[in-house]
């Protein structure tokens, strides 16, 4: 099977090219040769491509930054989607999108299952979902799959970002009021080549690792086990603040955790412990 993955170059692009399939061939054009903000350029670019599936891990992630872009934000994130979908409608083959937990509100102190009614709080979040319904819409059999703050060894993200700093200041201050669950990309991959491989019924999922914390937590756990596998030579003071106190221009969700027990049963694979897939990344991190 040759799967388009676009977004190929990015964290989640990259995990699937690592935990791809031995049956599964990979096209994954970067940007210039795929640029989901001219969406209309799509349909002439997968037909040239003419995939047997296509993941899209590709988003306009700059949570701050789409306030203010929010047309570059919506054309990557809900017009593209929505391209893909139409194109994967008519060549009847798989699409799996990947959406966030950034579509709910935050105001649930329970996890969030999937029949849950979106209410994004963000010009990010709002766009996430727009592409959702975009594919929902125009591909019924598509799959949408939200998972939640993505990271890994590869590219930009809040784990990085973290060590960064506290190589350079000798305290950092992070938001302790909003709660999710940090997932490590590579076991977001594997969910979604294993979806890819048995294509159940159920299209909407939530996919994200075991447990829950607030940014702040994930910062300690960060530098902590950064010390022990001797990325850090020490942990700085770290600070917990509230969001209202950092000032971030886009709201965030206060609580976003999603209940993504049908999507682990539906697969068979383990959901890890966020901790737990912590310390593999950054094992893997020292090692590079």
């Not at 640029?35 to 992630?61: F, G, K, V």
């Not at 083959?93 to 935050?106: C, E, N, Y």
């Not at 993505?150 to 700093?165: A, T």
Request: aromatic share 8%.
């Amino acid at each position: 099977m040759r799967v388009l993955i676009t977004g190929g170059t990015g964290q989640l692009g990259h995990a699937l090219s690592k935990t791809r399939p031995e049956s599964i061939s990979i096209v994954s054009p970067d940007r210039q040769e795929m640029d989901l903000s001219e969406p209309h350029r799509l349909p002439d670019l997968l037909r040239a491509c003419a995939p047997d599936a296509i993941i899209n891990a590709a988003a306009y992630t700059a949570v701050d930054q789409a306030e203010r872009e929010p047309e570059i934000a919506s054309a990557i994130n809900a017009q593209a989607p929505g391209r893909l979908a139409e194109y994967c409608a008519s060549a009847a083959i798989p699409l799996i999108h990947v959406s966030t937990d950034f579509v709910f509100d935050g105001n649930q102190n329970t996890p969030y299952g999937v029949d849950a009614a979106p209410a994004p709080l963000c010009v990010y979040g709002a766009t996430k979902f727009a592409g959702e319904q975009a594919v929902q819409e125009n591909y019924p059999g598509s799959y949408v799959v939200r998972s939640s703050w993505i990271y890994s060894e590869h590219g930009s993200n809040f784990v990085k970002n973290i060590l960064r700093l506290a190589q350079e200041r000798n305290s950092l201050s992070v938001v302790n009021d909003q709660t999710g669950t940090p997932t490590y990309a590579r076991n977001l991959a594997k969910v979604l080549w294993q979806l890819l491989k048995i294509q159940p019924e159920e299209r909407l999922l939530h996919a994200a690792d075991g447990g829950a914390t607030t940014w702040y937590g994930f910062a300690l756990a960060i530098c902590e086990q950064a010390e022990q596998t001797g990325l850090l030579p020490a942990t700085p003071e770290i600070k917990p603040i509230s969001a209202h106190e950092y000032g971030a221009p886009a709201a965030r969700p206060a609580y976003s955790v999603l209940d993504s027990r049908l999507a682990y049963r539906l697969t068979g694979l383990q959901q890890i412990d966020w901790r737990d897939s912590l310390r593999d990344m950054l094992a893997r991190l020292s090692r590079a």
